[in-house]
């Protein structure tokens, strides 16, 4: 059975492509063999497609699904399964942007504190090192813009993630409240 994703979980142009291509594969390699959530929301969506409406198309897909010995329960935790996996991925994110953040934000702010200390020592000597402060006066003005430029990258980078996790999280808390409310 080839399950389409994005349909299950109405992934749009308006989330960031990179971030849902990430969970899509997260969710695919962590994907369970037997019948599961997956599986199950790719008939209900099959047959919403062919207009069969919501509660019809649940328990439908669902009565079908228990002829091969799907249970409630194991629906359930089949579509917590991929929350959890989710929520991993969201972890790694978290652990990424952390890095990023100390690699180009702090790692500019180190050598803006260093550049400054260089310019008061120089102060201190002769009137012939104003040259060379005024070197560093200028790579310390270069560095403030790209510290605001990496901060709003990253701040794009977080606010798309967070963007696409909120919509995956939110279609499986629907689903999971209407297989609950539905079966």
Request: hydrophobic share 40%; proline share 0%.
């Given at each position: 059975?080839?399950?389409?994703?994005?349909?299950?979980?109405?992934?749009?142009?308006e989330?960031?492509?990179?971030?849902?291509?990430?969970?899509?594969?997260?969710?695919?390699?962590?994907?369970?063999?037997?019948f599961?959530?997956?599986?199950?929301?790719?008939?209900?969506?099959?047959?919403?497609?062919?207009?069969?409406?919501?509660?019809?198309?649940?328990?439908?897909?669902?009565?079908?699904?228990q002829?091969?010995?799907?249970?409630?329960?194991?629906?359930?935790k089949?579509?917590?399964?991929?929350?959890?996996?989710?929520?991993?991925?969201?972890?790694?994110?978290?652990?990424?942007?952390?890095?990023?953040?100390?690699?180009?934000?702090?790692?500019?702010?180190?050598?803006?504190?260093?550049?400054?200390?260089?310019?008061?020592?120089?102060?201190?000597?002769?009137?012939q090192?104003?040259?060379?402060?005024?070197?560093?006066?200028?790579?310390?003005?270069?560095?403030?813009?790209?510290?605001?430029?990496?901060?709003?990258?990253?701040?794009?980078?977080?606010?798309?993630?967070?963007?696409?996790?909120?919509?995956f999280?939110?279609?499986?808390?629907?689903?999971?409240?209407?297989?609950?409310?539905?079966?």
């Amino acid at each position: 059975m080839n399950i389409d994703l994005n349909k299950i979980f109405n992934t749009s142009s308006e989330l960031d492509k990179k971030f849902v291509d990430a969970l899509l594969r997260a969710i695919k390699n962590n994907a369970i063999k037997e019948f599961d959530y997956l599986k199950f929301m790719h008939s209900v969506k099959s047959m919403q497609e062919m207009n069969m409406d919501v509660d019809t198309s649940y328990k439908s897909a669902f009565a079908t699904a228990q002829t091969i010995g799907l249970t409630k329960e194991k629906l359930l935790k089949t579509a917590n399964h991929y929350k959890i996996v989710l929520n991993k991925e969201r972890e790694h994110f978290a652990d990424a942007l952390k890095n990023q953040r100390s690699e180009k934000i702090s790692g500019k702010l180190e050598e803006v504190e260093i550049l400054k200390n260089k310019i008061l020592e120089y102060e201190e000597k002769m009137k012939q090192m104003n040259k060379e402060i005024a070197i560093y006066q200028k790579k310390i003005a270069g560095a403030d813009s790209a510290i605001e430029k990496e901060k709003e990258k990253i701040e794009t980078i977080k606010n798309n993630f967070v963007s696409s996790f909120e919509h995956f999280a939110e279609v499986l808390d629907h689903d999971i409240d209407s297989i609950n409310n539905l079966l």
